[in-house]
């Protein structure tokens, strides 16, 4: 192999409560040749959360200052607070070769595509929704109002699922998490990656030193 082979973009979306959180946490911690996008928000921390580790928490004025310097590659605004992905951080981790993964609402994957076309988009799906339902109820989180907002909003992103390039149905953990890495082992073969990479370049040398062909 020569040279650094660049890291992939992953772009996963899914509905609030789909488990995106869960099944990212067990990626992260399997792989380390992946690394999470932290995005900034200016919603407030929920109990546990940490700025700098799950969010950078702004204020709506830092948010706008970030948007008006061009800092984020994608931005939007999700149920009733914007989201951002800061763009330098995304590009300094994928030219040191690690794939970088960003949990985005579908807007922002959309965005994402249209940004980055080389990008791996992933939707990952509920088996229904009344499984999102129970996970939004058993996560206490959110209160009623605010987990009937979240499946109104889940019902119109499940309309963008064909605009990935992969679905994973979360009705089981682990065999989510195995396809997961599948999609990603299966990215990095491509053809286009490989070659882009220069992985093999000394296939094409123009006088390969080949030993001598038996005889018929
Ligand atoms: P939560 O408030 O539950 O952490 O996230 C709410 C939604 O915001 C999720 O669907 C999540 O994918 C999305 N989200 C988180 N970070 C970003 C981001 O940087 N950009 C966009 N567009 N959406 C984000």
């Known amino acids: 192999m020569t040279g650094l082979r660049k890291g992939l973009l992953v772009v996963v979306s899914g509905p609030s409560g789909v488990g995106k959180g869960t099944l990212l946490e067990r990626l992260l911690a399997l792989r380390k040749d992946c690394v999470f996008s932290i ?25 706008n200052e970030w948007v008006e310097q061009d800092r984020f590659l994608e931005w939007n605004q999700v149920h009733t607070a914007c989201y951002g992905t800061p763009r330098e951080f995304v590009e300094r981790t994928r030219a040191q070769g690690r794939h970088v993964v960003l949990d985005v609402d579908v807007k922002g994957g959309l965005e994402v595509m249209a940004a980055e076309p080389d990008c791996v988009s992933i939707f990952l799906a509920p088996p229904d929704l009344e499984a999102l339902h129970w996970r939004l109820r058993h996560r206490g ?31 089981e953990i682990e065999r989510a998490e195995s396809q997961l890495e599948a999609v990603l082992e299966a990215e990095m073969a491509r053809t286009v990656r490989v070659i882009a990479d220069g992985q093999v370049q000394a296939l094409f040398h123009p006088e390969p030193a080949l030993p001598n062909s038996p005889g018929p």
């Open 141 to 171: 989180t959110e209160n009623a109002e605010q987990i009937a907002g979240r499946l109104l909003v889940a019902r119109s992103e499940l309309k963008y699922m064909d605009r990935y390039a992969y679905t994973i149905v979360n009705d």
């Open 39 to 63: 995005s900034a928000t200016t919603r407030a921390p929920r109990p546990g959360e940490i700025d700098g580790q799950h969010y950078y928490f702004l204020s709506p004025e830092t948010f």
